[in-house]
């Protein structure tokens, strides 16, 4: 089974929390789900 990151967001929210972590302390930044990011850290600043 092959899971896309975005499709990854949807289906296992903390694996993909742990994977967007750890690919921002890799520098890894292309890899990146921005839109679902940007959505979390914007829900962030709504509460």
Known sequence: MNITIPN???SD???W???T?????RG???SV??????????DLGKS
């Open 33 to 42: 789900d921005w839109q679902n990011l940007l959505e979390e850290l914007a």
């Open 13 to 15: 929210y903390q694996l």
């Open 21 to 25: 972590i750890n690919q921002l302390r």
């Open 8 to 10: 990854l967001y949807d």
């Open 28 to 30: 890894d930044f292309q």
């Open 17 to 19: 929390l742990e994977n």
